[in-house]
Every structure is written in structure tokens, then in C-alpha cells.
């Protein structure tokens, strides 16, 4: 069993959906980082966080320590979203990063 | 500010050859993290430096070699190059290992012959 779970792996939406990707992880960790990755490799961060919730424009992440499970809420899907999302924790003495295999999303026009 | 630089974009190597792979850390940061992406799979940690100094290292044998500079920046050396070192390499810099998160470069796609 992997240590970060993801689910779906593959989401196809309509535009204007609200999208929710889940998360669920096994180990302890220092906090837990969404990651974007578009076509080419390239990844940008998009939220870090180790408790409660975060909100950036129509993107919204929340995390349950106890639970050890995040979401990755898309309010009004558009499909410039259209990329793959990734979970990952952090820990150990180095904080180095574990990944999930990542969420494959569609937003069809 | 500067983001996170990666050289070369792409790159292909004949099994049992050397290749470097570069990579600039954004500004004021002072720690690097090396991650390699096998296609189809998440990320997977080779080894972080911070400081100058190896802070850690993955499942990788040691023919995956690193270095700090002074300025931060990094190199990953792979020896004896395999097939199955294939993959995208991404580089991600951070202040003080990751109290502000994490930036990424957009990789080096490393493809072996």
C-alpha cells in the first residue's frame, strides 16, 4: 500500500462543475502540499498546509490530521484546470517530499 | 524574483554514459531537493541538499551522486547511465527546508538509449 493515496485517478468534468480530489495518507507528517503539473512536467505549488483549510481564488484545500485525509476543492471548473493534480506529505528530519500518483483532470468545455 | 531554473529541457544518453543535470534554486533559497518521475508515477525523492551539505537521500543507488554550490544552486550526476533511468528530473528549492513550501522547476526530461 502506497503511503499517499489519491482518488480518482482520472476526473472528467463539464465546465462549471465543482470538482472535490481526495487524499488520504498513512505516516506522520510535518504538512501536506497540492500540486499542480501540466502537460511538459513543469509543477507549481498549491497549497501547503498542516491543519484546517486554505482558499486561493476558486481553489480550496482542506486537511484532517486525524483523519489523515485532504480534499482539493475547484469551485466553477474551467478548463484551463484541465492538468494533473498531485497530493503530497512531508516529513522527516529533511521534510522530503512523498507523492501520490496524482488525479488526471479534464474540464470540458 | 527568479523561479527555479532546470538545464538542459531535454536531453538523450546512450546507456553506460554520464550526464549532469543542473538546476538554479530561486532566489534566497537555500535548500534543493532532486526527484525523479518514472512516466505514468508520482515523483520519487533521490536527495536533498541544504547548506552545501547531503540532507537525505531516497532509494537510489550511488551512482546518483549531488552537490551544493555557494550559491545554492545544484548538479545531479548519474553514472553508468541504465535504461530505466529514463524519466523526468525535477529540481524544488526551498528556505530552511520547507517553512515556506516548495518551488519546482520545470524539469529535465532524461531519456536513455
Known amino acids: 500500500k502506497n503511503e499517499v493515496e489519491q482518488s480518482p485517478q482520472n476526473l472528467t468534468a463539464q465546465e462549471g462543475e465543482f470538482i472535490t480530489i481526495n487524499c488520504s495518507y498513512s505516516?506522520?507528517?510535518?504538512?501536506l502540499h497540492w500540486l499542480q503539473q501540466h502537460p511538459g512536467g513543469g509543477i507549481v505549488s498549491l497549497f501547503m498546509?498542516?491543519?484546517g483549510k486554505k482558499k486561493h481564488g476558486r481553489l480550496i484545500a482542506t486537511i484532517n490530521i486525524q483523519e489523515k485525509h485532504s480534499s482539493l476543492h475547484i469551485t466553477a471548473s474551467h478548463p484551463r484546470d484541465s492538468a494533473v493534480y498531485i497530493c503530497?506529505?512531508?516529513?522527516?528530519?529533511?521534510?522530503?517530499?512523498?507523492f501520490g500518483k496524482g488525479t488526471l483532470l479534464t474540464v470540458n468545455p | 524574483e527568479t523561479g527555479v531554473t532546470q538545464s538542459p529541457t531535454h536531453l538523450i544518453k546512450t546507456r553506460g554514459q554520464q550526464v549532469t543535470l543542473r538546476c538554479s534554486s530561486q532566489?534566497?533559497?537555500?535548500?534543493v531537493s532532486w526527484y525523479q518521475q518514472a512516466l505514468g508515477q508520482g515523483p520519487q525523492f533521490i536527495f536533498q541538499?541544504?547548506?552545501?551539505?547531503?540532507?537525505g537521500r531516497g532509494n537510489f543507488p550511488p551512482r546518483f551522486s549531488g552537490l551544493q554550490f555557494p550559491n545554492y544552486s545544484s548538479e545531479l550526476n548519474v553514472n553508468a547511465l541504465e535504461l530505466d533511468d529514463s524519466a523526468l528530473y525535477l529540481c524544488?528549492?526551498?528556505?530552511?527546508?520547507?517553512?515556506?513550501?516548495?518551488?519546482f522547476g520545470s524539469g529535465t526530461r532524461l531519456t536513455v538509449v
Open positions: 532566489s534566497g533559497h537555500n535548500t
Open positions: 505516516v506522520g507528517i510535518s504538512a
Open positions: 498546509l498542516s491543519s
Open positions: 503530497a506529505v512531508s516529513g522527516g528530519s529533511n521534510y522530503k517530499l512523498t
Open positions: 541538499y541544504y547548506r552545501e551539505e547531503e540532507n
Open positions: 524544488a528549492s526551498s528556505l530552511e527546508q520547507e517553512i515556506y513550501g516548495y518551488t
